[in-house]
């Protein structure tokens, strides 16, 4: 059985600003992550059940995801990928490594 995670980005109803929507695709449990940071530690949680392996996660978004929006999430992650990497010393995507 392949476990596969869909992350969902949504736009609050400001449709100014964004949460994520992260689903058990085995499963079908849906948890709410208003960050990236909170994004990670429900991710590790449900990888727990299934012991810690996660075969995929999937990116998707809503229609009414505004390009800034969409914008603000790619700097966040490119953030927070950057610190991952400085804290474990290395890169944690193949395209990280490929540009360094």
């Known amino acids: 059985m392949a476990v596969v995670f869909e992350v969902k980005i949504c736009a ?12 058990d695709t085995v499963d079908g449990k849906i948890m709410l992550c208003n960050s990236l940071e909170e ?12 012991g810690g392996h ?5 990116w998707i978004k809503e229609d009414n995801v505004s390009e800034i929006m969409m914008d603000d999430v790619r700097v966040k992650m490119a953030e927070h990928r ?8 290395a890169a944690i995507t193949p ?4 540009n360094n």
Request: aromatic fraction near 8%; charge should be negative; avoid cysteine.
């Open 12 to 23: 609050n109803d400001d449709l100014e600003t964004w949460f994520l929507e992260l689903k």
């Open 39 to 50: 994004l990670d530690t429900n991710i590790e949680a449900l990888g727990d059940e299934y």
């Open 54 to 58: 996660v075969d995929e996660v999937n």
């Open 82 to 89: 950057e610190t991952i990497e400085n804290e474990r010393g």
């Open 95 to 98: 395209m990280a490594e490929k």
